[in-house]
């Protein structure tokens, strides 16, 4: 093997996570949100471990969705973002695709399809409203006219209406609350199944949960609060990124390790190259001192990330020799801690590792 940078996937650990997004609402069936590659962890591979139990996959298009089902997957898949133009109706109609609709100009392009092509039939809709976080959805006045123009489409099979939650994963702030009057609002004496639960929601607002919830992020084992949380503690890594020291080196004191010169050695150092760095996805932004796990107990790294290197300080660590496993996050240290220290979320690490990281599967 060449360079052994390598991120372990544990399918059982994610199937894991599944169950006890499940738990939290045991009458809800949930869609796996599996977009951005499984946020990295390899879409046709979760989405086989997955499949025998799961309800749906969801995914942000229908590229994405297309992978899935020449891979195989049978389940139902939903678009989260909906289709962009109207060649992509029959491909959804063909595949047995879930689409979410969230304007009104995809509306008009839905009953103009629809009317162009009377036999098609069993489309599932997902209508998104806008209940605060003013990214996608329809204006909620617009709920009634829309409710009934896709009822009146005899292509259309069912509807579910769906919304997403813009601070669900800070549960002090008042905005989950708001936007969950604006929903019951909306749709009150409406009998139509609902998705507001993203991961937050789904782990720590029950009164959200209703017919399906849509867990995303905690099924990699990552959690979406700040603060520790019971539901994250029950919650197994989805992924242990491993790489391994190169090279090894004497560093005087007074001398600086890496670029820009930003760590300076205060005593004589042992200082370990990893083969890892900003190319591979790990964050340029982790400071010295954002911790790696060598040998069964924490380093640290020392001086900038570069592109395919970090150094670390083997200060505690002298029987450290280089091809000594190195492990960035996962069994030993969340990512949740790794994306802190580099003022950022578990999400942008795990979705932005690059296809030189070799995946391995368990």
């Not at 109207?86 to 392009?109: C, G, K, M, T, Y």
């Not at 994250?232 to 990124?241: E, F, I, S, V």
């Not at 150094?311 to 994306?339: C, M, P, Q």
Request: hydrophobic share 45%; proline share 5%; net charge negative.
């Amino acid at each position: 093997m060449a360079r052994n940078l390598i991120a372990q996937v544990d399918l059982a650990a994610i199937v894991h996570n599944y169950r006890v997004a499940k738990a939290q609402a045991q009458h809800s069936k949930a869609v796996a949100i599996i977009k951005a590659d499984a946020y990295g962890h390899g879409a046709v591979a979760v989405a086989t471990a997955l499949d025998s139990e799961v309800d749906a996959f969801g995914v942000a298009a229908i590229e994405e969705a297309l992978e899935l089902r020449e891979a195989g997957i049978q389940r139902p898949i939903l678009l989260l973002e909906g289709f962009f133009e109207a060649s992509e109706l029959p491909l959804i109609h063909q595949h047995r695709f879930w689409s979410s609709l969230h304007s009104l100009e995809q509306l008009a392009v839905l009953e103009a399809y629809l009317q162009r092509y009377p036999d098609v039939h069993g489309l599932h809709i997902w209508l998104k409203i806008d209940s605060g976080m003013h990214r996608l959805g329809v204006n909620p006045v617009h709920i009634p006219e829309m409710l009934k123009r896709l009822q009146a489409l005899k292509g259309v099979e069912s509807i579910v209406v769906m919304s997403h939650f813009a601070c669900a994963d800070e549960p002090h702030r008042p905005d989950t609350l708001r936007q969950l009057e604006v929903l019951g609002a909306s749709l009150q004496g409406l009998d139509i199944p609902r998705s507001f639960s993203n991961s937050a929601g789904v782990m720590h607002w029950p009164s959200a949960h209703h017919q399906w919830l849509r867990p995303g992020i905690m099924l990699y084992g990552a959690s979406p609060f700040a603060e520790a949380h019971p539901v994250a503690d029950q919650l197994k890594p989805g992924m242990t990124l491993s790489t391994e020291i190169i090279a090894i080196r004497e560093v005087p004191a007074g001398d600086a390790v890496g670029y820009g010169a930003s760590w300076t050695a205060t005593t004589p150092t042992r200082i370990a190259t990893l083969a890892v760095g900003y190319a591979d996805g790990y964050s340029r932004h982790a400071p010295s001192g954002t911790p790696v796990w060598l040998n069964g107990r924490r380093a640290a790294i020392a001086g900038r990330v570069s592109m395919d290197m970090i150094t670390i300080d083997l200060t505690g660590h002298d029987d450290a020799v280089v091809r000594d496993k190195v492990e960035l996050w996962g069994a030993n240290l969340s990512v949740n801690e790794i994306a802190a220290c580099c003022n950022t979320i578990p999400y942008t690490l795990l979705s932005g590792l690059t296809r030189r990281v070799k995946r391995h599967y368990i």
